[in-house]
T-cell receptor, first 113, second 115 residues
Framework: QQQVKQSPQSLIVQKGGIPIINCAYENTAFDYFPWYQQFPGKGPALLIA?????SEKKEGRFTISFNKSAKQFSLHIMDSQPGDSATYFCAASKPGGSYIPTFGRGTSLIVHP | ETGVTQSPTHLIKTRGQQVTLRCSSQSGHNTVSWYQQALGQGPQFIFQ???????GRGNFPPRFSGLQFPNYSSELNVNALELDDSALYLCASSLLAGGHTDTQYFGPGTRLTVL
């Protein structure tokens, strides 16, 4: 059972474009929604995260949009650069002391120069 | 770069063998989590240790076991290896304090191949 569904599986954009990656979740107990960036040969690194009490969060060129009623959230990368080429994972976790995220399957992003 | 290190980087084993993977947590962190990441998939939670005690476990069989040491370094042991165990194994360290866990910092992973 896939609790966090991520799409698309892969994405190719030109430099300066705005790739959008979407995630949907089923468990309404989730209350923390992070995005991770993973480069080849590296572990995932936290990029940006949001809680359901806000509908949008922006950090630099990265923006999360959150729709609680639809149980969906998305990552937008403004003015994308070739260095943004990586695999992006959305995740969701429940409240409590043990932060244990459930990850989506990932989106491979390629930004052409 | 995070302060989380893992060893070895790559490992090749044959079916039925046993393997031990190691993780050194970031300084000041008291919690370590292990994940299995199959090719083209997101990381899947195996288990978490807090102050040397198991603090949560995912849907993995008992042949996956772990240890956390007083210095908060950790081991993942897998017995009776199967072909499907071939994956990238990630550890992530974090600080659990006041009933709240901080961000997890991932190591680079160990690539395990089972032949």
């Amino acid at each position: 059972q896939q609790q966090v569904k991520q799409s698309p599986q892969s994405l190719i954009v030109q430099k300066g474009g705005i790739p959008i990656i979407n995630c949907a979740y089923e468990n309404t107990a989730f209350d923390y929604f992070p995005w991770y960036q993973q480069f080849p040969g590296k572990g995932p690194a936290l990029l940006i995260a949001i809680r359901p009490d806000v509908s949008e969060k922006k950090e630099g060129r990265f923006t999360i949009s959150f729709n609680k009623s639809a149980k969906q959230f998305s990552l937008h990368i403004m003015d994308s650069q070739p260095g943004d080429s990586a695999t992006y994972f959305c995740a969701a976790s429940k409240p409590g002391g043990s932060y244990i995220p459930t990850f989506g399957r990932g989106t491979s992003l390629i930004v052409h120069p | 770069e995070t302060g989380v290190t893992q060893s070895p980087t790559h490992l090749i084993k044959t079916r039925g063998q046993q393997v031990t993977l190691r993780c050194s947590s970031q300084s000041g962190h008291n919690t370590v989590s292990w994940y299995q990441q199959a090719l083209g998939q997101g990381p899947q939670f195996i288990f978490q240790y807090y102050r040397e005690e198991e603090n949560g476990r995912g849907n993995f069989p008992p042949r996956f076991s772990g240890l956390q040491f007083p210095n908060y370094s950790s081991e993942l042991n897998v017995n009776a290896l199967e072909l499907d165990d071939s994956a990238l194994y990630l550890c992530a360290s974090s600080l659990l304090a006041g009933g709240h866990t901080d961000t997890q910092y991932f190591g680079p992973g160990t690539r395990l191949t089972v032949l």
